[in-house]
């Protein structure tokens, strides 16, 4: 499976954005879909997932409230949608995909499909 995340930019404090994540290839309809950040100089952080049945979603403590991850089936994509956004969001932000217990969902050791990255930069 191949996943493609688009969306990110620079915007400013308080401003939303909308990222994607396609998959195409072998596609998992049962598997859990996350997206992760990293900040320069900081560690891959866990941001939000979905699990794929049920749609049940989760987040880090840090963005809930603010942004909002879902999912379509059709296009089997999914999306993160950020608002509020403030300058500690900046990173690159990374989709990831795999067949991921509930327990397990926000450990990025977790998934073996990854996108490449967006960056997204929130100025002050």
């Known amino acids: 499976v191949q996943l493609q995340a688009s969306g990110g930019g620079l915007v400013q404090a308080g401003g939303s954005l909308r990222l994607s994540c396609a998959a195409s290839?072998?596609?998992?309809?049962?598997?859990?879909k996350g997206w992760f950040r990293q900040a320069p100089g900081k560690e891959r952080e866990f941001v939000a997932a979905?699990?794929?049945?049920?749609?049940?979603?989760y987040y880090a403590d840090s963005v809930k409230g603010r942004f909002t991850i879902s999912r379509d089936n059709a296009k089997n994509t999914v999306y993160l949608q950020m608002s509020s956004l403030k300058p500690e969001d900046t990173a690159v932000y990374y989709c990831?995909?795999?067949?991921?217990?509930?327990?397990?969902?926000?450990?990025?050791?977790?998934?073996?499909?990854w996108g490449q990255g967006t960056l997204v930069t929130v100025s002050s």
């Open positions: 290839g072998r596609t998992f309809s049962s598997y859990a």
């Open positions: 979905i699990r794929w049945s049920g749609g049940s979603t």
């Open positions: 990831a995909a795999d067949n991921v217990i509930l327990s397990q969902l926000r450990m990025s050791d977790s998934y073996h499909y």
